[in-house]
């Protein structure tokens, strides 16, 4: 039997596992069982606290998405994997270094479950995200897709949108068709971003791999930073999502970002069939 806790960050909503000892494995094939909302526990992503991975870090971070892929950075999950250390009383420490197999970051807790990440700055260029273009300045243009993009890396690839109001955006069209666009060799999440004014933000989130989400830890911190650079908004902004908001501290191109939201524990449970080292 696996034990598992439920959790969720502003609806993204998460199964977290405690494998600080290394001795679990899941395969593809248990992840999505595990992730199916109807005949398993139902998920956007799996996270596990694992060993750290160096001398730096207090535990390592892995991310797992609904089809069972890997994938390097998950904002909300980073307080919600935090969350579940101390709920766990893995850790007494004042922040926690975690480690994710791109991204290093320091959570700090503080009142009512709301916790601060403070990550490196987003990757601009088109090598780093990594896009396939020979256009050098943004917004870039995509073969078939007639909207225009801008780019940023935050520990994953993502695709900001601007527009005018994100109820009345193209999404069903155009989330999944740049998110898979053979330019973007990892795939990409999408987001469509609302500058209402220089302070607030409203998104919307196509993730690759899942689709549709409620709220993208690292899709607020990319479009934070892209309404930062080319758009001129304030330093601080609130990114409001379809299920809630999150602050973004986004000061100039090599500042860290600063990130600050809730979490939200939901149950505890236990996944029958499943054994460490399970390949």
Avoid at 7 to 19: C, K, Q, Y
Avoid at 36 to 48: A, P, V, Y
Avoid at 116 to 129: D, G, Q, R, T
Avoid at 145 to 164: L, Q, R
């Amino acid at each position: 039997m696996l034990t598992f806790s439920k959790m969720h960050a502003l609806g993204n909503d998460f199964v977290v596992i405690d494998n600080h000892k290394g001795n679990i494995k899941l395969s593809a094939t248990t992840i999505r069982a595990m992730a199916d909302r109807h005949q398993g526990i139902g998920f956007d992503q799996l996270l596990m606290v694992c060993p750290p991975p160096n001398d730096t870090s207090d535990f390592g971070y892995a991310i797992f998405n609904c089809d069972g892929s890997e994938v390097g950075q998950c904002g909300n999950g980073a307080r919600c994997l935090a969350d579940f250390i101390y709920r766990e009383n893995l850790s007494n420490k004042a922040c926690l270094r975690l480690t994710t197999k791109t991204t290093s970051m320091k959570v700090t807790p503080l009142d009512n479950h709301q916790y601060a990440v403070v990550l490196p700055p987003a990757k601009l260029s088109p090598e780093n995200i990594p896009l396939v273009t020979t256009q050098t300045t943004p917004p870039y243009a995509l073969s078939g897709i007639h909207t225009k993009i801008y780019t940023a890396n935050v520990g994953n690839p993502h695709a900001i949108i601007p527009c005018e109001n994100v109820s009345n955006c193209p999404f069903d069209s155009l989330g999944e068709a740049i998110s898979t666009h053979p330019y973007f060799p990892e795939q990409c999440n999408v987001s469509f971003m609302e500058i209402t004014d220089p302070s607030h933000i409203k998104i919307r989130i196509y993730e690759r791999h899942v689709g549709e989400t409620m709220a993208c830890g690292s899709a607020a911190n990319a479009c934070a930073t892209i309404a930062r650079l080319f758009f001129n908004t304030d330093h601080d902004m609130e990114i409001i999502m379809p299920g809630g908001s999150l602050s973004v501290h986004c000061k100039n191109a090599d500042s860290p970002l600063i990130q600050t939201g809730p979490s939200t524990f939901v149950f505890s449970g236990q996944w029958p069939n499943t054994t460490p080292n399970q390949s």
